[in-house]
Nanobody, 125 residues
Framework: QVDLAESGGGLVQAGDSLRLSCAVS????????MAWFRRAPGKDREFVAS????????IYGNSVKGRFTISKDNAKNTLYLQMNNLRPADTAVYFC??????????????????WGQGTQVTVSS
């Protein structure tokens, strides 16, 4: 069992930065990869970024490339999402997710068996 808890969401203005955190109950030894997804009102869930736990290899969604950075602190068992130059289109509930299984489908939500409760990010224009 892996428990995930996001924090760091809030209301910011366009162009601002925000860092989300995801506390992981597992010590990381069992995790293959983690990711951030988001869901905007009336839209499907969207892949944001992923990182493999052992190699730190990352993947980013096209809409956030160059603005968002996913990272992890193994000592703190924490996943981060640094979001810069935020836009109103980034407004969504952000979820962290984890998978214990090796998979190539890291951009697909169904690859992840563990999810946090989400944290709201609102970007005003």
């Amino acid at each position: 069992q892996v428990d995930l808890a996001e924090s760091g969401g809030g209301l910011v203005q366009a162009g601002d930065s925000l860092r989300l955190s995801c506390a992981v109950s597992d010590n990381g030894n069992n995790i293959y990869a983690m990711a951030w997804f988001r869901r905007a009102p009336g839209k499907d869930r969207e892949f944001v970024a992923s990182v493999t736990w052992s190699t730190s290899s990352t993947i980013y969604g096209n809409s956030v490339k160059g603005r968002f950075t996913i990272s992890k602190d193994n000592a703190k068992n924490t996943l981060y999402l640094q979001m810069n130059n935020l836009r109103p289109a980034d407004t969504a509930v952000y979820f962290c997710a984890a998978t214990l299984s090796r998979t190539v489908w890291l951009e697909r939500g169904y690859a992840y068996g563990y999810w946090g409760q989400g944290t709201q990010v609102t970007v005003s224009s």
